[in-house]
C-alpha cells in the first residue's frame, strides 16, 4: 500500500506543489522511529517515537494484547480509547490521542508527547512547590477536571505521575484507564427514573492508587466526581508540603490514616491552602467544597476560593507558568 503523500517527500522535486495529504490509510509500527521508554504501566509501555513522515514526536503507548487477555484488563484499555476520543476536542489539559492501530501481538496508542514528563518528580526535586507553582498547577488541574466531569467522566487515579508538563510546562492530564463514563446526566428539572444513586454510586471495582485512593471507595466501593477533588486535595497538600497526606509503610495502613482523615500539617503550610486542602479532604464526599456545584457548569465554589485569589481561569494556557524551584 502506498503511503500518504507527507511534507517531508516533496523536497526532492522542488517545483511541485507542497499539499500535505492527511493520512487517510491506517498507520503501522513501520511509520514510526520507536525510542526510549518514557513511561511504563502495568499492562502497557510507553515509547517517544518519531513520525517518519512529519519527524513529530509522539509518545506511544503499547500494550500487548496476550497480556491485557490474560489480566483481564481488556475493559481498561476500551475505557481509556472511548474517553481519549472523547476528549478530543479539548483544546488543553489532556494528552490527545492522535491515532491507533495494531499488528498481531500489540494495541498501538500514538499519544501527545509531554516533553517535560511527570509533575512527580518536579515535586520531589524542590521539595515543594512555593505558593505561586502551588496555585497555577492546583488551577490548571482544576481546570483540567472541570472539563473531564462536565462531560460526565471521572478519573479516579488522579496522582502526579498521572499529570503530565508539555513543552511550556503546561499541564496534560493522562492515564484514563481507570476512569469512570457516567450515564447520561439528566438536564437540570427533567427526571432520572434511574436515580442519582444508580448512576454515580453502582459499586465498582477497587481502582486508584493507595494515597490518593478517597475513603468511599474503601468503606462502600463507591466513587462520584467527588473523588477526583479528594485527590485534588491531596495533590495540592504534596504540592505545598512535598509529600502526599497519607502515607505509611504498607498500604494496609495508609487506608487506615485516610479512614480516620489522620494527616498533619508541617509548620508553615500555607494558611490558605490549608483551609483549601481541609476542605477538600472530607470523609463525605457530598460535603467537599465542589460537590454541590451544579454539574456542567465547572467548580465556582473552588476556583472562588481565597486560596486561588487573582488567578484567571480562563486563560491559564495562555500563560507563562511560574518557574519551579
Ligand atoms: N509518559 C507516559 N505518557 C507520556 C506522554 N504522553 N508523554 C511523556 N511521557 C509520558
Known amino acids: 500500500a502506498r503511503l500518504p503523500v507527507a511534507a517531508t517527500d516533496i523536497t526532492s522535486s522542488a517545483h511541485s506543489l507542497i499539499t500535505i495529504i492527511p493520512p487517510t490509510q491506517k498507520r503501522t509500527p513501520k511509520d514510526f522511529i520507536f525510542g526510549k521508554v518514557i513511561g511504563e504501566g502495568s499492562f502497557s509501555m510507553v515509547y ?25 484488563k481488556s475493559e481498561y484499555v476500551k475505557r481509556e480509547k472511548e ?25 498501538y496508542f500514538v499519544l501527545s508527547y509531554a516533553k517535560n514528563g511527570e ?20 488551577a490548571e ?6 472539563y473531564l466531569h462536565g462531560l460526565g467522566i471521572i478519573h ?17 492530564i493522562t492515564d484514563f484507564g481507570s476512569s469512570k463514563i457516567l450515564k447520561e446526566v439528566p438536564e437540570k428539572g427533567e427526571i432520572n427514573v434511574l436515580g442519582e444513586q444508580q448512576q454515580c454510586e453502582r459499586r465498582n471495582s477497587f481502582v486508584g492508587t493507595a494515597q490518593y485512593v478517597s475513603p468511599e471507595l474503601l468503606t462502600d466501593k463507591t466513587t462520584s466526581r467527588a473523588s477526583d477533588l479528594w485527590a485534588l486535595g491531596c495533590i495540592i497538600y504534596q504540592m505545598v508540603a512535598g509529600l502526599p497526606p497519607f502515607r505509611s ?12 482523615l489522620e494527616y498533619e500539617l508541617p509548620d508553615g503550610f500555607c494558611e490558605l491552602a490549608r483551609d483549601l486542602v481541609g476542605k477538600l479532604l472530607v470523609l463525605e464526599p457530598s460535603k467537599r467544597l465542589g460537590a454541590s456545584d451544579e454539574h456542567g457548569s465547572g467548580y465556582p465554589s473552588i476556583r472562588l476560593h481565597s486560596f486561588f485569589i487573582n488567578v484567571d481561569f480562563e486563560t491559564l494556557h495562555e500563560q507563562i507558568p511560574p518557574p519551579i524551584y
Do not use: W
Open 119 to 138: 509533575l512527580l518528580p518536579y515535586i520531589n526535586k524542590v521539595g515543594s512547590f512555593d505558593i505561586e507553582c502551588t496555585k497555577f498547577y492546583s
Open 156 to 172: 479516579r487515579d488522579l496522582k502526579p505521575e498521572n499529570i503530565l508538563l508539555d513543552e511550556k510546562m503546561h499541564v496534560l
Open 48 to 72: 517517544l517515537a518519531k513520525d517518519i513522515h512529519t519527524n513529530k514526536e509522539y509518545a506511544i503507548k503499547v500494550c500487548e494484547k496476550r497480556h491485557i487477555i490474560k489480566e483481564k
Open 83 to 107: 474517553v481519549l476520543n472523547m476528549l478530543g476536542s479539548a483544546k488543553h489539559s489532556f494528552v490527545r490521542l492522535f491515532c491507533t492501530f495494531q499488528d498481531i501481538e500489540r494495541l
Open 249 to 260: 509503610r504498607s498500604e494496609y495502613l495508609v487506608f487506615q490514616k485516610i479512614l480516620n
Open 141 to 146: 488541574i482544576l481546570h483540567g477536571l472541570e
